[in-house]
């Protein structure tokens, strides 16, 4: 059964750091791996979305990593600003047809 | 107008209720999702379905049914609601012909509350 984790649980920076969050799993057969944000109360907006046979995706100040072989994915956060803060899911897409979510990184970025 | 909508958005019912959440969708996406989000332990699927005529359990589907009407209407039930179902819903979709990279997208969720 997959499982996906993420580290840390939650952040708290100064504006204008580099920061990176956390993601890995247990199972390396993926087909996808998805990055969320999700502001307090309200529903998940996608940031980016990495493919098993890519390695990274960019998006303006954002920067996802994948590494099947050792289960981990990378988000990478240039020059953070407070509109950043909001909480990071990531999740998984798996061959048996069904995504698995970690925990979350709750992120805060202070003036 | 959104994508994915959800209806109702918040909603308070007794236990032992029967209540049905509702999604809608203008992707034209194949695949729909449900999901029940509670602090601390993330997105859990429900249920998931391919097409009309394919309706899979999810990790949680104890307790839930689903319907899915037409392509773009995917409809989850409590049929006896209980307390600890409490908790954010959350209806997606992707699309099987979007080369293979089955991009998730979300509704805006509908907060349940079972007193």
């Known amino acids: 059964k997959q499982e996906v984790t993420q580290i840390p649980a939650a952040l708290s920076v100064p504006e204008g750091e580099n920061l990176v969050l956390n993601c890995s799993f247990t199972?390396?057969?993926?087909?996808?791996l998805q990055w969320f944000r999700q502001d307090p109360g309200k529903g998940l907006t996608s940031l980016l979305l990495?493919?098993?046979?890519?390695r990274e995706q960019t998006s303006g100040r954002l920067n996802a990593s994948l590494d099947k072989s050792s289960g981990r994915s990378t988000l990478y956060i240039a020059a953070s600003q407070p509109g950043d803060s909001a909480t990071y899911l990531c999740a998984v897409g798996n061959y048996g047809q069904n995504f698995v979510f970690g925990p979350g990184t709750r992120l805060s970025v202070l003036p | 107008d959104a994508d994915v909508t959800q209806t109702p958005r918040n909603r308070i019912t007794k236990t032992g209720k029967r209540i049905m959440l509702e999604c809608s969708q203008t992707k034209g996406h194949d695949r729909m999702y449900w999901y029940r989000q509670d602090p601390g332990l993330g997105l859990r699927l429900i249920y998931y379905?391919?097409?009309?005529?394919?309706?899979n359990k999810g990790e949680i589907s104890d307790g839930y049914s689903v319907s899915r009407q037409a392509q773009a209407k995917f409809s989850l039930s409590l049929e006896s609601a209980i307390p600890n179902q409490t908790a954010l819903y959350f209806c997606?979709?992707?699309?099987?012909?979007?080369?293979?990279?089955?991009?998730?997208?979300f509704g805006p969720g509908t907060r349940l509350t079972v007193t």
């Open positions: 199972d390396s057969a993926i087909y996808n």
């Open positions: 990495i493919q098993s046979s890519q």
């Open positions: 379905s391919f097409d009309v005529k394919d309706i």
């Open positions: 997606a979709t992707s699309d099987s012909k979007s080369q293979g990279s089955y991009e998730q997208y």
